[in-house]
């Protein structure tokens, strides 16, 4: 049998997490050999941790669910805008996000209640909720 194939497999992540798979190098596994097993290894190998990483990141989300923040800041003419939560952490959250259509009402300092997701850039609040009587100062 020829030498084994090199088959890498990378995934960037949300969150600036990755996924790496290399040839296993201290498995001489002879099978290796076949390109096509090779191919279905390596990306065997990427599933398993994609999943791992999918765990990690709910358990992130989980951790934050049902979390309140105050609202830092709003670009009315983009859609979007930032609040802070409890640790002072930026999360982002779009005009759609904020439920019953009250995006246009939301200024600094409103606080809100969210559910905080794992976005393309990091952290993101979805149905986001205002919560009366609660404006910060």
Not at 38 to 60: G, P, S, T
Not at 61 to 87: N, P, Y
């Amino acid at each position: 049998m020829g030498e084994p194939f090199a088959v890498r497999v990378q995934l960037a992540l949300p969150g600036g997490r990755e996924v790496n798979v290399r040839r296993i190098f201290e498995n001489r596994d002879p099978r290796q050999a076949d390109v096509a097993f090779a191919i279905h290894d390596a990306f065997w190998r990427a599933v398993r941790q994609l999943r791992a990483q999918v765990d990690k990141m709910r358990n992130d989300v989980q951790h934050h669910e049902g979390s309140t923040g105050t609202v830092a800041r709003i670009d009315a003419q983009k859609g979007f805008g930032f609040l802070t939560d409890a640790d002072g952490r930026e999360v982002y959250f779009h005009a759609n996000s904020v439920l019953h259509g009250k995006f246009r009402g939301l200024e600094a300092g409103d606080r809100v209640a969210y559910h905080e997701e794992v976005g393309e850039n990091g952290p993101q609040a979805s149905t986001v909720r205002v919560l009366r009587g609660m404006h910060h100062v």
